[in-house]
Nanobody, 124 residues
Framework: QVQLVESGGGLVQAGGSLRLSCAAS????????MGWFRQAPGKEREFQAA????????YVADSVKGRFTISRDNAENTAYLQMNSLKPEDTAVYYC?????????????????WGQGTAVTVSS
């Protein structure tokens, strides 16, 4: 069982940066692939990035590649999403999630555990 709590969201101007954190409880955090998704009002949940259990591999959605970076610190049981050059269209609730394995990363239904989300608003 893994419990996830996101933080770091807020209001930022276009071009600014935010770093989201996902704090996990449980001793098995380091065995999970971690992912970040976002959901804008009226839209489906959308994959942003994923990282393997040891941080050795990352995968970032094409739409945010070059602007978003995913990382993790297993000693701190925390995953991060660094978001730079933010745009108004990045406005959404951001969720972290955990799954076993490195397959079907973009499929939200493959993730076993989810946080409650943290809201990001980018003003123009």
């Amino acid at each position: 069982q893994v419990q996830l709590v996101e933080s770091g969201g807020g209001l930022v101007q276009a071009g600014g940066s935010l770093r989201l954190s996902c704090a996990a409880s449980g001793r098995t955090f380091s065995s999970y692939t971690m992912g970040w998704f976002r959901q804008a009002p009226g839209k489906e949940r959308e994959f942003q990035a994923a990282i393997t259990w040891n941080g050795g591999l990352t995968y970032v959605a094409d739409s945010v590649k070059g602007r978003f970076t995913i990382s993790r610190d297993n000693a701190e049981n925390t995953a991060y999403l660094q978001m730079n050059s933010l745009k108004p269209e990045d406005t959404a609730v951001y969720y972290c999630a955990a799954k076993r394995g490195w397959d079907r990363l973009k499929s939200s239904e493959r993730y076993n555990y989810w946080g409650q989300g943290t809201a990001v608003t980018v003003s123009s």
